[in-house]
């Protein structure tokens, strides 16, 4: 340790010291660049180019248009189906209602707080009163909850431009996980399984205890918090792309896990039609989960750098990386 006396000296040296000269144009420093602040996830999506956005055809969509509310606003749903070879039985019963016309008339039965939207035939719990399914209706086995292929999960997983963003974070639902055709997928530690998870707006098929299946007569979406638990324990068939505020902005339900008792409380159902067979809808894009853009979404999801953030978390939820979707203009 320094005496005091030692330390005195030295300060009163310093006080007594020639001043510096001020600084000339020459000897001045530069001033420091002002940092540029990172781009929001909302940005990268913005500036994405066309050739980054993927064209979502008319016949993977789901159209349900329900009853006016009550200012007589016009109320639609807009539902992307999965993409194949995911929940295909489903989605092909799901297909084979729509032109059936079979939804018509039916209504939004169910609303849980937190948890789901469900729609359906509302006497579809009694065998008498049920509405008769159309011809052709398949069984769906619980195995194609799944997709049992090493080779299709390596080459999507080696495929994807968000895989460096995604690689090593953790997930307490499945050991890994991946976007695919724009939708997010969990993977088993060996890789030989995929399968789709449920987040928010992800449309799923309603079913009885095992080993019933459901028919995709009674679908729900997730309106609350991701419900991952159900995650090969149910179909998912789709989500949600427009429209949700409909859904999640409905009275919750006065009975047992959100159903409602009475026929005056359920919001009917007008029509539910595959949008190839709505003449005025538009047309809707995906941010392409195999384009740099989204791979630069994704991380910036995971590691917030914008102004607004003071520490990046380091890691993210998979279903707190949305797929962006848009209209096309």
Not at 290 to 317: L, M, W
Request: proline residues 9%.
């Amino acid at each position: 340790m320094k005496h005091p006396l030692l330390l005195s000296v030295a300060l009163l040296a310093s006080c007594n010291a020639a001043p510096a000269p001020a600084p000339t144009k020459e000897t001045a420093p530069a001033a420091a660049p002002a940092q540029k602040s990172a781009l929001a996830p909302t940005e990268i999506v913005a500036a994405a180019p066309a050739a980054d956005w993927a064209a979502i055809a008319p016949s993977d969509l789901l159209v349900m248009d329900l009853a006016s509310d009550a200012k007589g606003a016009a109320r639609r749903v807009v539902i992307q189906l999965l993409p194949a070879p995911f929940s295909q039985g489903w989605i092909g019963n799901i297909r084979k209602l729509a032109a059936a016309k079979w939804w018509d008339g039916t209504s939004v039965n169910r609303v849980q707080d937190g948890y789901v939207v469900q729609w359906g035939d509302p006497d579809g719990e009694d065998r008498a009163k049920a509405k008769p399914l159309p011809a052709g209706i398949a069984v769906v086995p619980e195995g194609e909850y799944q997709l049992y292929d090493a080779a299709f999960t390596a080459e999507a997983a080696a495929g994807q431009a968000a895989k460096d963003t995604l690689r090593g974070m953790t997930d307490p639902y499945a050991p890994g996980y991946m976007f695919r055709d724009g939708f997010p997928f969990a993977l088993s530690g060996d890789d030989k399984a995929t399968w789709p998870i449920h987040c928010y707006g992800t449309v799923g098929v309603g079913r009885d205890y095992p080993p019933d299946t459901g028919s995709g007569a009674e679908l729900y979406t997730v309106i609350g918090q991701a419900p991952r638990q159900l995650d090969r324990n149910i179909a998912v068939v789709g989500r949600v792309i427009e429209g949700m505020e409909h859904l999640s902005s409905l009275p919750r339900g006065t009975g047992d896990i959100g159903f409602y008792k009475t026929a005056e409380e359920r919001t009917p159902i007008l029509t539910i039609r595959i949008g190839s067979d709505v003449p005025d809808l538009p047309r809707f894009e995906y941010l392409s989960t195999e384009s740099k853009s989204f791979a630069a979404y994704a991380d910036a999801r995971a590691n917030r750098r914008d102004s607004f953030y003071i520490r990046p978390a380091g890691g993210v939820d998979i279903c707190n990386v949305p797929v962006p979707v848009r209209r096309v203009k």
